[in-house]
């Protein structure tokens, strides 16, 4: 397997609030974004000559954002996509550079994903007409992320006797860290109890398995290990990515089980061995958790775990802070707010860093509590590897591991 | 172009070049479920798509299938997104598994197909009859002249494998 690991470095990440009325276009929070990631690099605009974003006819493109930033493109392109969207445009980032197309790479993701278009599928997006490879779900009332994955959900029940008390505890652990995040949009400590007692969705989704819907914009710079020797922040360094790595019949899944398998089952070949790195070296996981299920299918599917044990992984504190490996200290999509993934990723290039924005006074310089109570930090003690683990649906998937 | 048809507030849009999905349901109004055969190597596919999907071999011939089959997964949908299913919640989705071409040609892969389970008058089942492991036969919901949609209902034969559904 080819691997540019170590070549190519994350040098700067910014996001606009997280909230439920924006009042302004994706454009405007786009600037916002880039130009926060822009500082936080100690990049000037004239640096940046390339950009990538992603989104679902919900967004504002590449060259209608550069300009408000003086910025002249040498490469953009935007793709239609949502989450395990980040990921592989990191890796589409690193190409363009090593071709030698561009130097250094904005990818940004902005949407008003409450306020205008919400992913769920209501208001224009459920009017729209059913034809082609919709005729074979949407007539039947399936129509949002969450009636398209329960289906698979539901079997990894029957397949491992996983719980829903079990997968709570994904939103429950994500609900403490996002205690620990001045920018998450809920802060508020759930209980097992609260998800489970929570109205029903689809099930077995309750309320509470499912994630935020937000509007904001998110951004982050990709530029060569050379250039990001020079700027402003410690380097993290891009050691393997895989980008929408997908089942068979990735068209209609179903048809190609075990339907409880995601598609990290074929990810993890393309990136570990990139890396050079097995599961048990990671110190922290960014899981997609569009809903609390997909946590669960993820690191089982990457060898966090045996298959069928992402129950026990799940609801073991293992993925809490203070836990061996915690996930999404940030609180994720279902605590801190929804940016189809890039959040994420954010989110690990500051552990390793050494400053996540936590309430800790010094937090900016790297100097940390790790007193993992409620309002306090949520630093991770010297973690020197991280990993995303990226979901599009159950049989797309995308995975970046990064170090310091 | 036939006329779009109306269900449950949605469009169903099945222009003439799309053939696969006009004949498919031009097959379900004369209540016959039926699935593309690919003509070199056989085997039969859902959706019904243009190539076969082991092969790529562009010939096919339409196969009636019996339209019995297995629960294999499902779900119930408590909160509706589309306006025009409000009226019918909770409704189960079923994943349902036919008895034809089970763990062929790789033991993970069968004929599976996503539909509505309902009672045999054709209103959406309770939901405390779906259950995983539940068998089901086809029964049709007809919309318009040229279409109708392959729903499952139960029946009373045995379960050949563990039934489970989701602890109240």
Known sequence: MNSLRDKYCIVGVGETEYSHKSGRTTRAMAVEAIRTALGDAG???????????YQNNDSTPSPWVAPDLGIRLNFYMDVVGGGSSTEALIGLAMGAIEAGMCQTVAIFRSMNGYTEFRIGGTGARAAAPARGLDL?????????AGQNFALTFMRHMYDYGTTSAQVAHVKVAHSKHASQNPKA???????VDDVLGSRWIVKPLHLLDCCLETDNATCLIVTSAERARDLRQRPVYVMGVAGRVSKPRVDFHWAHGPISRVAGYYAKDIVFPQAGIGPEDVDITGSYDAF?????????????????????YVSSGIIELGGKRPNNTSGGHLCEGYTHGMSMVIENVRQLRGT???????????VHTYDYSEGRCRQVKDPEI???LGWAMPATGSALIMRR | MPQPVQHRGLTLLVPDNDSEWAEYFAHARAHRLVMRRCSACGLMRYPPTHACPWCTDLGWTWQEV???????????????????????????????????????PTPDEALRIVANLVKPDGRMEDEKAVAIG?????????????LALPQFTLTDERPESRVWRLPE
């Open chain 1, 43 to 53: 990049l000037r605009p004239t640096d940046v000559d390339g950009m990538l974003s």
């Open chain 1, 136 to 144: 074979a779900q949407r007539p039947f009332g399936m129509t949002s």
């Open chain 1, 185 to 191: 949009f809920r802060k508020e400590r759930v209980t």
């Open chain 1, 292 to 312: 609390t299920f997909t946590t669960l299918l993820q690191v089982e599917e990457y060898g966090f775990c045996k298959k069928g044990e992402g129950g026990h």
């Open chain 1, 356 to 366: 996540i924005d936590d309430s800790c006074p010094r937090a900016t310089d790297g």
């Open chain 1, 386 to 388: 991280t990993m995303n």
């Open chain 2, 66 to 104: 019996s339209g019995r089959g297995t629960i294999h997964s499902y779900e119930v949908v408590v909160h509706a997104i589309q306006p025009g299913f409000r009226d019918v919640t909770p409704y189960p989705v079923v994943l349902v598994e036919l008895d034809e071409q089970r763990g062929v």
């Open chain 2, 134 to 146: 539940k068998r089901v036969r086809v029964v049709f919901e007809d919309l318009a002249d040229h």
